[in-house]
């Protein structure tokens, strides 16, 4: 015959060892999202209405005819906001066209904001 001992825990199932319930609480950390950025365009006097079209194309990824209409927008009201992203995309996309135009000699400029 085989004998063992039974341990017992004071209190039973549920408690601690103190005697008493053990409740486990669980906190949940909600996770925001990173703020966004609006991409501004800015009109001037100088920058060809072409080129403008051209670098809405080519750095937003806009069709032909979205590129003219925004470009008309930004002649008519001084600024247009083009595109909305993280901080990153924006700072690049902004670095990207002050580059473009800055090397084709035109005094286009493009900024960013917080939304």
Do not use: W
Not at 89 to 113: G, S
């Amino acid at each position: 015959m085989i004998t063992g001992q039974a341990h017992i825990m004071a209190g039973g199932p549920g408690q601690d060892q103190d005697g008493g319930t053990g409740v486990k609480l669980e906190t949940r950390t909600k996770t925001q999202r990173p703020p966004l950025y609006k991409v501004l365009i800015l009109n001037d006097d100088y920058t060809p209405m072409e080129f403008v079209v051209h670098v809405l194309e080519r750095f937003f990824g806009m069709s032909h005819a979205q590129a003219f209409d925004l470009m008309l927008m930004v002649h008519k009201k001084g600024l247009a906001v083009v595109g909305v992203y993280s901080y990153e995309i924006a700072e690049t996309k902004v670095a990207l066209v002050m580059d473009f135009a800055q090397r084709h000699q035109h005094p286009l400029q493009c900024t960013m904001e917080k939304e």
